[in-house]
């Protein structure tokens, strides 16, 4: 992939999907998207542990190595800015640290990245339905950005995940989720479903 923007590639896995991007970054949704790049960070599994404010005193997201797992999202490439302004959203480094990341695309590609990990903390209240609903659409957007080679098999209206206490590992249950995305991403997905039926 080759937009001309020059930046680093971040790792997106939790609130942070596409929408929310172009609205904490204050950046057009469509140059977002065109950004962004499909990804897995392999050993890698998504984790709720501390709380946040931000999110009615529930557990945020964070990475955890599992072996066993891989971890399905996306990436998106900011500039020395953006990142800048995303640091502060994340609460660096009180809350969280930029750490860097192996990812790999859908065609196997292994890249460099950078991800933002919690501080390792004991708390953990079961994550607030608005927060889940965010990071099934992150979690989503790794199937409708292209390439679209699972299509087939994957609807994208639905999400369901495991719910794991990244202090100690423990599966708190499972999560499903209906997604509601705006108008633009809708289009997004309409025309990845059009190019797969092609």
């Known amino acids: 992939m080759d937009s001309g923007k020059e930046g680093t590639w971040i790792f997106c896995y939790g609130s942070n999907h596409p929408e929310q991007i172009s609205r904490r970054l204050e950046v057009p949704l469509e140059d977002v998207l065109a950004n962004c790049r499909a990804c897995t960070a392999k ?17 945020p997201s964070t990475i955890i190595k599992a072996e066993s797992k891989d971890c399905k999202a996306f990436a998106y490439l900011m500039s020395a800015e953006e990142v800048a302004q995303m640091d502060k959203w994340e609460g660096i480094p009180l809350y969280y640290t930029r750490e860097d990341i192996q990812l790999e695309d859908k065609q196997g590609e292994v890249f460099a990245g950078q991800v ?4 390792p903390q004991e708390e953990f209240v079961y994550p607030d339905e608005g927060y889940l609903q965010a990071c099934s659409k992150t ?21 369901q995940f495991e719910i794991i206490n990244g202090f100690n590992g423990k ?5 499903m989720a209906k997604i509601l995305y705006d108008e633009q991403t809708e289009k997004v997905i309409e025309n990845t ?3 797969a039926l092609e």
């Open 116 to 119: 933002y990990l919690q501080v």
């Open 43 to 59: 050993g890698y599994t998504r984790a709720f542990m501390g709380i946040t404010s931000l999110w009615n005193n529930t557990s």
């Open 139 to 159: 979690s989503m957007a790794h199937y409708y950005l292209p390439p679209a080679e699972e299509t087939g098999s994957v609807d994208y209206y639905n999400a």
């Open 171 to 175: 599966n708190e249950g499972e999560y």
């Open 193 to 195: 479903l059009s190019k």
